[in-house]
């Protein structure tokens, strides 16, 4: 789920799927045509499918089907949003320890953090996915990322601001 461009390793999350056997759907912006290609050439019995880029509505009623969310990032996410639209749905992430995801998901408890570029790990995680309570995702987002959450926390940083 994001832009399909190198700096998200979608090749790791590929490779994934490939190894595990478990179907990947994937949605976003097509960026970059050539490293979309790169990979259909490297990775060609991975059971992946391009889904194309959805309205917001659209993308919630598909993504809340899912067992989990891979997350692949090759950089640091500054705060990883895409993470807490998994969450929100009651999907689990899987994610490499860097960055925001590595703030967002709860390991064992709302997803799993996996050691960096490291695509057995993410084999490993994917064959826990089972383990984690969706209701515990949910509650995560709305606890912790919800508009009057949100909110509230805006109005104290601004709040301390003033003073």
């Known amino acids: 789920l994001g832009r399909i461009s190198p700096e998200k390793a979608l090749e790791d999350a590929v490779a994934a799927a490939q190894r595990s ?31 194309g880029f959805l309205s917001t509505d659209a993308l919630q009623q598909e993504l809340r089907q899912c067992r989990g ?3 692949t990032p090759r950089w640091v996410e500054a705060f990883g949003i895409v993470a807490i639209e998994a969450l929100a749905c009651g999907v689990p992430v899987i994610a ?25 790990g993410l084999v490993s ?26 909110g509230d926390r805006w109005e104290e940083w601004l709040g301390k601001i003033e003073s």
Do not use: F, H
């Not at 179907?23 to 391009?50: R, S």
């Open 21 to 51: 056997g478990i179907p990947l759907k994937i949605w976003g912006k097509m960026q970059d045509k050539a490293y979309w290609q790169k990979i259909q050439t490297d990775y060609p019995n991975a059971p992946i499918e391009y889904c």
């Open 69 to 71: 969310l891979v997350m």
């Open 96 to 120: 490499y320890q860097r960055g925001g995801p590595a703030e967002i998901v709860r390991d064992g408890k709302t997803g799993w953090l996996v050691e960096p570029d490291c695509v057995s």
């Open 125 to 150: 995680a994917i064959g826990r996915l089972d383990e984690i309570d969706r209701q515990a995702c949910r509650q995560q987002a709305e606890a912790e990322y919800s508009l009057e959450v949100m």
